[in-house]
C-alpha cells in the first residue's frame, strides 16, 4: 500500500518514490495507473478531488499525472496516458509533484467547508470541492437556515480569528462525530483520523486542509439553494 504522504504534511509538494507497479485501467484503455511506493497525491474522495501534477524520471523525462484515484489493492493509483506505459517500469525511481495551487485552493475550500460544519449543527447529506467552488448539503428546513450575509460574515469572524488545525488518530468510538449521512469515517489499521479547528468543530476527515484559518482568504456565501422540502445546498467562494 502507497504510504500516504499527505496525512502527515498536507504541504509537501514534491517526493521521490519508487514505481510498484503500472497498468491499463479498464474503465478507460486511454488510461494507464501508476502505484508509488509513497506520495504527496491526495486521491479523490470525500468531496475532494484527486490532485494532478507530474511525474519525473532521473533522465528529466517528465509525465503528466492527470488525477489521482483510490484503489483496493495498492491504495493510490496515479492516473496518466496510457502513451506513457513505454517509459515507465517498476523499480524506477521518480520524482512526483503536485500542481500546488490547485491543491491549496481545494485545501482552503475544504477548510472553509469545515467552519461552514461548526456553524450549521445539521446533518450534511452531501458535498464537492473545486478550485473555484465548494458545497455542503445539508438536512435544514428554510426556517432555520440563515441568510447569505448572515452566514458569510460568521464565516469571515472565523477566518478573521485564525484558529490552527488539528489532525489526531483515535481507536475510540467516533459515531458522534460523523457529520455526513452515510459516510464512513477514515481509518486505517483499527485507527481513525480526527480534524479539528478548535472549539468549532471536530469531525472525521481524511482530506487535506490549511494550518490556520486565517490562510483561507475572504470567503462568501455565493448562493442557497433549496434541494428539497428540508435540504438546503449552500455554495462557497473565495475571493483572490
Request: proline share 5%; hydrophobic share 35%.
Amino acid at each position: 500500500m502507497t504510504t500516504k504522504l499527505f496525512e502527515t504534511d498536507a504541504y509537501r509538494q514534491s517526493c521521490p518514490a519508487i514505481i510498484e507497479a503500472v497498468f491499463s485501467l479498464d474503465a478507460d484503455p486511454d488510461k494507464a495507473g501508476v502505484v508509488l511506493d509513497q506520495s504527496v497525491f491526495y486521491p479523490t474522495g470525500g468531496g475532494q478531488p484527486g490532485d494532478s501534477g507530474t511525474l519525473a524520471l532521473d533522465d528529466g523525462t517528465e509525465v503528466a499525472i492527470q488525477t489521482t484515484e483510490k484503489h483496493a489493492e495498492f491504495g493510490i493509483v496515479h492516473v496518466v496516458d496510457s502513451a506513457a506505459l513505454g517509459q515507465l517500469a517498476v523499480s524506477t525511481p521518480v520524482t512526483v509533484t503536485i500542481d500546488w495551487e490547485k491543491r491549496h485552493r481545494h485545501m482552503r475550500f475544504h477548510s472553509a467547508l469545515h467552519l461552514l460544519c461548526g456553524i450549521l449543527p445539521f446533518s450534511v447529506t452531501g458535498g464537492q470541492i473545486a478550485t473555484d467552488k465548494a458545497r455542503l448539503d445539508f438536512d435544514a428546513s428554510a426556517a432555520n437556515t440563515p441568510d447569505k450575509q448572515s452566514l458569510t460574515e460568521q464565516l469571515q469572524t472565523l477566518v478573521a480569528a485564525s484558529i490552527p488545525s488539528q489532525v489526531e488518530w483515535t481507536s475510540e468510538d467516533v459515531t458522534s462525530l460523523v457529520r455526513t449521512s452515510g459516510v464512513a469515517p477514515p481509518s486505517q489499521t483499527g485507527s481513525t483520523r480526527i480534524l479539528s479547528f478548535g472549539t468549532v468543530d471536530k469531525q472525521p476527515c481524511g482530506g487535506t486542509h490549511v494550518a490556520n484559518t486565517a490562510e483561507i482568504g475572504k470567503v462568501f456565501v455565493r448562493k442557497i439553494e433549496n434541494k428539497g422540502k428540508h435540504y438546503r445546498r449552500i455554495i462557497l467562494a473565495i475571493e483572490e
